[in-house]
């Protein structure tokens, strides 16, 4: 029996940059999901998150609903990569909620990416399997997204966040301050909008990209250009220990991602300013908008006050209930046995 985990991300600052080659720098955290299985003629994998079971093809043929569809997409792109039709038979336990904001799609695809690669024998560098995770969540669902969260999923470092140039895919890892404490805070709200509106931004980014100057096209611009500076200013920060610094960083990107790229939400906004009004040093909306979550950087012995003053405020303002996550940067996806 072999075991794989890979974990959840939460991004610290660089949103809406990777499908445009610029900077991210987000990190593991240490909730994911595990994988256990053995070597099968067919992929046959059970969740405890999803009922029923997948049962594919080892080249994916065979995929229809669920979690499923991932997992045959990343089977179909490793298929086309070489790998041999080798299956595995296998259950997925996960400590990390789904539709959450913390990139579980991706924490799937690593860990099955991984344990095919490893039931047939096959060789892929990181940012290989990461780039086939992003091709097949494209495949899967459609959505066009760039490659951050396989990325740090694969490459995370506990204590530290994955400084990463999406264009050149160098990167490197930037030590964290002891005893900063991450909070997750999802509204529990996700727009319709959540995977065509995601779609539009990319085609609207592309588009100022490629040299329309209309207004809507000028703010798309500023808020890939301002957050990348922010990007490096917030690693430049933490380089000097200064975490302090990231307040006014994580503000400015959170007004970008509202005002210039309209990803936001009334309730991630609300969220942002509970989490400073409790007494977190920085936050602001985190992963793709239209809903989702927020995270809030905070001395780790404070987060647990921090997390249930904004639940409570969150209830208070709005009716709805939410479980903030209290984490930290955790290592990246590994064969555990
Ligand atoms: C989602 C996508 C990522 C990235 C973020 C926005 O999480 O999966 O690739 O584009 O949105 O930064």
New binding site residues.
């Given amino acids: 029996m072999a075991r794989y985990h890979a974990p959840g991300r939460v991004?610290l600052i660089g949103?809406?940059?990777?499908?445009a080659g610029g900077l991210v720098l987000p990190a593991a955290i240490d909730r994911g999901l595990t994988l256990d299985c053995v070597p099968a003629d067919r992929i046959r994998l059970r969740s405890s998150a999803a009922p029923g079971e997948v049962d594919l093809g080892p080249d994916g043929a065979g995929a229809v609903e669920g979690f499923g569809r991932y997992v045959g997409a990343l089977a179909a792109e490793l298929a086309d990569l070489g790998r041999a039709p080798c299956g595995i038979d296998g259950r997925i336990a996960a400590d990390l909620p789904a539709g959450a904001g913390l990139?579980s799609s991706a924490a799937l695809l690593v860990a099955v990416g991984l344990a095919l690669c490893d039931a047939a024998g096959m060789e892929l560098a990181p940012l290989a399997l990461a780039a086939a995770c992003r091709r097949a969540e494209e495949r899967a669902v459609a959505v066009p997204?760039?490659i951050?969260?396989p990325a740090v999923a694969l490459l995370g470092r506990a204590g530290q966040a994955l400084l990463l140039d999406c264009g050149s895919l160098a990167h490197r890892h930037v030590p964290l301050p002891d005893g900063l404490g991450l909070i997750v805070v999802d509204s529990g709200v996700r727009r319709r909008l959540a995977e065509t509106g995601?779609a539009t931004r990319r085609r609207e980014l592309e588009r100022a990209l490629a040299g329309d100057r209309d207004e809507t096209a000028a703010r798309r611009l500023r808020h890939l250009r301002s957050e990348n500076a922010r990007v490096e200013q917030a690693a430049a920060a933490l380089a000097e220990g200064d975490a302090r610094a990231l307040g006014p960083i994580l503000a400015a990107g959170h007004a970008s991602l509202r005002d210039d790229f309209e990803v936001s939400t009334p309730e991630l906004d609300l969220l942002v300013g509970l989490a400073l009004d409790a007494g977190a040093g920085a936050a602001r909306m985190t992963?793709?908008g239209f809903g989702g979550a927020i995270v809030a950087l905070a001395p780790a012995g404070r987060c647990a006050v921090i997390a249930a003053s904004v639940a409570a405020g969150y209830r208070a303002a709005t009716g709805r209930a939410t479980a903030p996550i209290v984490t930290r940067a955790a290592d990246g996806a590994r064969r555990l046995a």
Avoid: R, V
């Fill in positions: 991004n949103e809406h940059t990777d499908y990139a997204c760039g951050m969260d995601y992963g793709g």
